[in-house]
């Protein structure tokens, strides 16, 4: 049993389609390559940090300033986790496109759950400088649990220990991030890797001749962990990120912003708090989660894309999934609009128009190519929208007025 | 197919090699890079002008401040140690190494109080941007330089009562002058004024950008506000506005030490302000800023230039009276009768 389980998770062959870099990416490998580096970096870390309000922010400066090359430590580490979460949304989409998650239930619902757990980590990871960004982000992200019912009244003192981000909170975050977290996530990651040779390794429909792992895989593999550690260095070099002032309760910061990966629901939620804060996630993951389920068609698995006719069906999705979506965020600043009334508004707004979006997508291409081309293209509707309330949400300041991100904020605040 | 294994081994061992080499060159120029501290090179520096005390020991060079609410790990002197160092004439040092001006640092030596405590900044960092943090990008601590520096004197002494203090008493004059507490308050202060405005004793960091526009045209950052604009008073002339903002960036600072308000304002009035009363100025020396300029003036012509109030009980919200407390009440007697 145990021999069946290490000897499953690094393959002795592989296609020789496996190794096209077109086929994956690599995006499971550098995943794993950035989840290395935070352990090694966060092990590190953790010899100096001190998981308390007082002491938080000044250990950091130490790590900044007084430790050797802590600098690029405290970087390396936040760079791979902001990071993370990009490839692990990646090789997510690139599972989906080639619907590689078919007869790999099981394995898909390990990868949904490492997708959650590398957004916990890095957000619990977010609080750790206890800096005015971090505090106000975990408040904001924090207080949009209020709009979850049952779970999220139950969860959010559970979360922080009380009923504001403070002391409690701080040493709550630091212990799921240095400790359960990572447990569950090299847990998963295992199951994850031990899955996919299980499975058969790569999903594919078609045949496919094999060769020898070593040397034509274990290269390829050396060369990709080499690139990313390298390019984290350099990142180092290139890119700082300093230091906001350290927390102030008394203090807003304004705007009050969520990390980036969460600001796309916070600007969803300033439209309506039910549909942006509940409804939409709520039902972005039920449809993640029930996809393997509800496709059920084993053809033409692992490819990119059925047909062209599909592909340029899924186009026209995304393509005016986005323009709507900016038009309807546009027109909400518009003066005009304020007259509505406030359950209108909580009704008729780009949060419910991109869900109305994703039901017509759905009928329209699963009409015209199948089942699995319309879950594709509900899909599409609810990402695309998801990155442009992003983008809107990162270039969002004070008061949660627009502005470019090469604009300066207004007052001096 | 035409997958040559023999050819994508070599290929792939070829690839190896030169990422490996080029990743290794990045990590070394990163740690060489990101090893040398700036203090180090200016220690350097100073040590080669023959400048440097053989007494002192090299590297972080830091101070741990423990006063009042205060507690921080200073480490200015690593890269400032010059400012110790007697200022030769006709030799002129450069940044950082410059001798501190005037003789404070005889009364409050850096070796026990560090740096920060006067001149704020993050004492923490070695890094000079972020240790320099300026007074209105709000970013960590508000640098107190030039010309807000003498606000710092408030964490420990009374506006004016030490020599050195000048403009920060000639901010709490104008304060008081222009009636700001009139409409804002200092609660935290245990001083008197209204709560029309926002607590004066948290605007200060806003930074100074924010006061500014604040004092010059209040609508900027309140559209509809009831504050005038003090452009006409203070715009015209930007000393006296330096020294009104000393005083509103001294609000937001902590008290580290009691000045020993309560013992001072048991007294008579008259025991300093000599002009109203007996006792002559003059006869102990006084180190009070506010004595020594005004003697006689110290009165209510001091707030009010021109035409005194009609009603009496006004003095009861005067600024002036609830900052004596109840001491004052012997001179403004209109109000304690």
């Known amino acids: 049993m145990r021999r069946n389980f290490v000897y499953h998770l690094h393959p002795l062959k592989v296609t020789e389609r496996a190794l096209a870099p077109t086929t994956t990416f690599a995006l499971g490998l550098v995943t794993l390559t950035l989840f290395l580096t935070t352990a090694v970096t966060g092990g590190?870390?953790?010899?100096?940090?001190?998981?308390?309000?007082?002491?938080?922010?000044?250990?950091?400066?130490?790590?900044?300033?007084?430790?050797?090359?802590?600098?690029?430590?405290?970087?390396?580490?936040?760079?791979?986790?902001?990071?993370?979460?990009?490839?692990?949304?990646?090789?997510?989409?690139?599972?989906?496109?080639?619907?590689?998650?078919?007869?790999?239930e099981i394995n898909w619902l390990f990868g949904l759950s490492l997708l959650a757990l590398v957004l916990a980590l890095a957000f619990s990871g977010y609080l750790l400088p206890w800096d005015q960004t971090s505090y106000w982000a975990v408040r904001v992200v924090t207080n949009m649990l209020d709009h979850m019912?049952?779970?999220?009244?139950?969860?959010?003192?559970?979360?922080?220990?009380?009923?504001?981000?403070?002391?409690?909170?701080?040493?709550?975050?630091?212990?799921?991030?240095?400790?359960?977290?990572?447990a569950f996530l090299v847990a998963f990651a295992v199951l994850h890797l031990w899955r996919i040779r299980r499975d058969g390794g790569l999903a594919y429909a078609g045949e496919a001749s094999t060769v020898p792992a070593w040397p034509h895989l274990v290269l390829r593999e050396g060369v990709i962990v080499l690139v990313v550690v390298g390019l984290l260095a350099l990142w180092t070099l290139l890119i700082d990120s300093p230091l906001a002032p350290p927390a102030d309760p008394m203090r807003p910061s304004n705007p009050e912003k969520a990390p980036w990966y969460f600001v796309g629901f916070q600007e969803m939620v300033s439209y309506s708090a039910v549909i942006g804060g509940f409804i939409f996630p709520g039902f972005f993951a039920l449809l993640l989660l029930a996809l393997p389920f509800l496709d059920r068609d084993d053809d033409a698995v692992g490819g990119w894309f059925a047909s062209s006719a599909e592909r340029l069906r899924l186009v026209v999705v995304a393509a005016l999934t986005a323009a709507v979506v900016v038009a309807a965020v546009w027109m909400c600043a518009h003066p005009a609009l304020a007259v509505l009334e406030t359950w209108t508004q909580e009704l008729v707004n780009p949060v419910t128009l991109s869900l109305a979006l994703c039901l017509i997508a759905f009928a329209w291409v699963s009409n015209g190519s199948g089942l699995r081309s319309g879950l594709r293209a509900a899909l599409a509707v609810l990402v695309v929208s998801l990155l442009v309330f992003t983008v809107v949400g990162i270039c969002r300041g004070p008061d949660w007025a627009f502005f470019w991100p090469w604009e300066e904020y207004p007052g001096g605040i | 197919m035409g997958f040559d294994q023999v050819a994508d081994a070599t290929r792939w061992r070829f690839g190896l090699f030169v990422t490996a080499s080029?990743?290794?060159?990045?990590?070394?120029?990163?740690?060489?890079?990101e090893s040398g501290e700036p203090w180090e090179a200016y220690q350097a520096e100073l040590a080669s002008s023959g400048l440097w005390p053989r007494s002192v020991n090299r590297g972080v060079l830091e101070v741990d401040v423990a006063m009042g609410s205060q507690h921080r790990t200073d480490r200015c002197r690593s890269c400032h140690l010059g400012m110790e160092l007697e200022a030769e004439p006709g030799a002129q040092r450069q940044a950082p190494h410059t001798a501190?001006?005037?003789?404070?640092?005889?009364?409050?030596?850096?070796?026990?109080?560090?740096?920060?405590?006067?001149?704020?900044?993050?004492?923490?960092?070695?890094?000079?941007?972020?240790?320099?943090?300026?007074?209105?990008?709000?970013?960590?601590?508000?640098?107190?330089q030039q010309p807000y520096v003498q606000a710092s004197c408030i964490q420990c002494h009374l506006p004016g009562a030490v020599v050195g203090s000048e403009r920060l008493a000639r901010g709490a004059r104008l304060y008081l002058t222009l009636g700001c507490g009139m409409c804002h308050s200092l609660k935290a202060d245990g001083r008197g004024g209204w709560d029309y405005g926002p607590d004066l004793r948290r605007m200060g960091r806003h930074g100074d950008r924010y006061l500014r526009q604040s004092l010059l045209d209040p609508a900027a950052n309140f559209a509809g506000t009831t504050m005038p604009s003090y452009q006409s008073s203070l715009g015209e002339n930007p000393e006296i506005l330096s020294d009104l903002l000393t005083y509103l960036h001294a609000l937001t600072l902590p008290r580290l030490k009691d000045p020993g308000i309560d013992g001072l304002y048991a007294r008579p009035c008259t025991t300093c302000h000599a002009g109203l009363g007996g006792a002559a100025v003059g006869t102990i020396r006084h180190q009070c800023v506010w004595i020594n300029e005004e003697q006689e003036q110290l009165r209510c012509q001091s707030c009010h230039t021109g035409e005194l109030p009609v009603e009496v009980s006004f003095a009861g919200f005067c600024p002036v009276v609830r900052e004596?407390?109840?001491?004052?009440?012997?001179?403004?007697?209109?109000?304690?009768?």
């Open chain 1, 149 to 182: 019912p049952l779970f999220g009244v139950m969860a959010k003192p559970l979360l922080l220990g009380g009923s504001e981000v403070g002391g409690a909170t701080l040493l709550r975050f630091y212990a799921m991030h240095v400790a359960v977290l990572p």
């Open chain 2, 324 to 337: 004596h407390r109840g001491g004052c009440l012997a001179c403004h007697t209109g109000y304690g009768g």
């Open chain 2, 22 to 33: 080029v990743v290794t060159l990045i990590w070394v120029t990163m740690a060489v890079i």
């Open chain 2, 100 to 144: 501190h001006p005037g003789r404070l640092l005889t009364q409050h030596s850096p070796e026990q109080h560090g740096c920060a405590i006067c001149h704020g900044g993050t004492a923490q960092a070695l890094e000079p941007s972020v240790a320099h943090a300026l007074v209105g990008t709000t970013q960590h601590d508000p640098m107190m």
């Open chain 1, 44 to 104: 590190l870390l953790m010899l100096y940090y001190v998981p308390t309000p007082e002491g938080a922010y000044a250990s950091i400066l130490d790590i900044e300033h007084l430790v050797t090359l802590g600098e690029p430590l405290r970087l390396m580490h936040r760079f791979a986790a902001h990071l993370m979460v990009v490839t692990v949304a990646l090789h997510l989409l690139r599972i989906v496109a080639m619907g590689a998650y078919r007869c790999r």
